[in-house]
């Protein structure tokens, strides 16, 4: 049984987010229940951007919420979306295969010069299959995709890619602070991070009970992140870097019995919510200095994150 309840308590009046979660069973909103349009459908992926919601549906529909409208602006033919983002005001979709597209007049078209991508064929996975894209992350200038395991690559608007991080990193996850600061949820190094788009980059594991990196989200300091021994461990633990020193969260479970994802760690400002292996949800308003349960038991959540 799904228990929420409001999220209204601590926010500023000037800027008000909403919480949004979404499932393998449709999307969940603690604040106003469930958005009942896509129905029951699986959400891949969500994004926020401005008064639109999009949502990447059974990894194939893009859909467009808006206040109590849903529309299916377009679909993937013969292909499997894995994430959702926008870049300069438009929407990029990665996917299975580390294949991109981008919409374009209600099209999703496929960004085929990522395919030539300079370290394209050392793309892999550990056990030999089809590399994914992880994730997308956007500073308004670049745009920076995770290949799950292809390091990030970064671009200004698709023609060309530079590849930034060592892709041996095992890159699970990567986020773009305000300040323009990239962050990433590394297997190998911890949480890493770049102060110049990518060029170079400072690995943070002191601190750590494990340095096995799966999901990163930026704060105006600093950045949250969450790591394990593996990605089946049950050691899981999330961390607030403030900049200087990691320090572990409190107001958390001991045990988190399992490993947090990625996607499944998101912040805004000092706002931030976490989705446990276990279902429950969790949110803070100091920038994870401190947390509340707001969610219990809330199945199969593929990502949280948060809408203006």
């Known amino acids: 049984e799904v228990r929420l309840k409001s999220y209204r308590e601590g926010m500023t009046r000037t800027k008000t987010l909403q919480l949004v979660i979404a499932t393998t069973h449709g999307v969940r909103l603690p604040e106003g229940g469930t958005v009942e349009s896509p129905a029951d459908a699986s959400i891949t992926s969500i994004h926020a ?9 059974d990894g194939r529909d893009l859909h467009r919420i808006s206040g109590d409208r849903d529309e299916l602006v377009a ?10 983002g926008t870049h300069r005001g438009t929407v990029w979709i990665g996917g299975r295969g580390a294949r991109v597209w981008r919409l374009d007049d209600e099209k999703l078209v496929e960004v085929t010069s ?7 064929d050392q793309w892999h996975t550990p056990w030999g299959g089809p590399p994914d894209v992880f994730s997308i992350a956007s500073d308004g200038t670049n745009l920076y995709v995770s290949v799950h395991v292809g390091g990030i690559l970064r671009t200004s608007d698709g023609s060309e890619w530079v590849p930034t991080i060592d892709l ?11 300040d323009g ?3 990433a949820a590394t297997g190998m190094c911890g ?5 110049d788009h990518g060029v170079t980059w400072r690995y943070h594991t002191d601190g750590l009970h494990a340095h096995y990196a799966l999901a990163v989200a930026a704060l105006p300091q600093g950045a949250l992140v969450a790591v394990s021994s ?3 461990a049950k050691d899981g633990g999330v961390y607030r870097f403030d900049g200087q020193q990691l320090h572990r969260c409190d107001g958390l479970p001991e045990d988190l019995r399992g490993a947090v994802g990625p996607r499944q760690l998101a912040a805004s400002g000092d706002r931030a919510a976490i989705a446990l292996p276990n279902g429950d949800v969790f949110v803070s308003d100091d920038g994870g200095r ?15 994150a948060f809408a203006g």
Request: glycine letters at 8%.
């Open 49 to 57: 951007d401005g008064p639109n919601l999009w949502a990447l549906v």
């Open 75 to 84: 679909r993937l033919d013969d292909a499997t979306g894995t994430v959702v």
């Open 114 to 120: 990522f395919q030539n991508a300079p370290t394209h």
């Open 168 to 178: 041996h990193d095992d890159v699970h996850q990567v986020a773009v602070g305000d």
């Open 181 to 183: 600061t990239v962050w």
């Open 191 to 195: 949480l890493a991070e770049s102060r």
């Open 230 to 232: 593996g990605h089946a």
């Open 290 to 304: 401190q947390w509340t349960r707001l969610a219990v038991g809330v199945r199969s959540v593929t990502e949280v």
